[in-house]
């Protein structure tokens, strides 16, 4: 079966310009995660979504950061006016429940120019 | 706050050697996995222990679960260069909470 996609694989964009990356969970899979990073380093949590519930933002490191999840599926998570120290790869995962073994799509690497 | 610390934080390794990383915590956990990250990937579950005590092995990789579910053990024997990657721990609260994160332990295994 499909596991977790995350497109762009790639993106390259200037500093102040606002991107979006895109996250397909597992379907039937009610949790949803997104970490950030940095090269060489471990995960740093940045948001969660489970069921219907209010996601919890505590991981996210500024105002500029946000995410929505339609539908109870598919995510979006939006960096607006990027800096420099954004470039990291977003890593999104999902889970059958929020404290279940979580699955994982390759990343979108991105670079702020 | 529910920490997991992971030792050592990076290791070099010849083919053919044994090694072992450690996961450890002040804090109990119903359950507790292991996953392996490969440049360019996302991390990938290799095991979940649930049990105190608990032992799994995978191949040549030995997972254990300390008896108070505080700690964790990866054994790698023999080590070969596909065993290069990131490992990661991660422990489950019996709560409506997602899972805790170590910071994880790099390995290189040399040809």
């Known amino acids: 079966g499909a596991g977790v996609s995350q497109s762009p694989s790639n993106k390259v964009t200037e500093k102040g310009k606002d991107v979006e990356l895109r996250c397909d969970p597992i379907?039937?899979?009610?949790?949803l995660y997104w970490y950030r990073q940095s090269l060489g380093q471990g995960l740093e949590f940045l948001i969660y979504?489970?069921?219907?519930?209010?996601?919890?933002k505590s991981g996210l490191p500024s105002d500029r950061f946000s995410a929505e999840r339609t539908g109870g599926s598919v995510s979006t998570l939006t960096i607006q006016r990027t800096q420099q120290e954004d470039s990291a790869v977003y890593l999104c995962?999902?889970?059958?429940?929020?404290?279940?073994?979580?699955?994982f799509g390759d990343g979108t690497r991105l670079s702020i120019l | 706050t529910q920490l997991l610390e992971q030792s050592p934080q990076f290791l070099s390794i010849q083919e053919g050697e044994n090694l072992t990383v450690y996961c450890n915590s002040s804090?109990?956990?119903?359950?507790l996995q292991w996953y392996r990250q490969e440049p360019g990937e996302g991390p990938v579950l290799l095991v979940t222990?649930?049990?105190?005590?608990e032992v799994k092995k995978l191949k040549r990789l030995t997972f254990q679960f300390g008896d108070a579910r505080k700690d964790s053990s990866l054994h790698i024997t023999a080590a070969q260069p596909g065993d290069t990657g990131l490992y990661l721990c991660?422990?489950?609260?019996?709560?409506?909470?997602?899972?805790?994160f170590g910071k994880g332990t790099r390995l290189s295994v040399i040809a």
């Open positions: 804090s109990v956990f119903s359950s």
């Open positions: 991660a422990g489950a609260t019996s709560g409506n909470t997602p899972l805790v």
């Open positions: 222990v649930v049990t105190g005590g």
């Open positions: 995962a999902s889970s059958l429940s929020v404290n279940q073994p979580q699955h």
């Open positions: 379907s039937g899979h009610t949790a």
């Open positions: 979504f489970q069921g219907n519930s209010a996601p919890d």
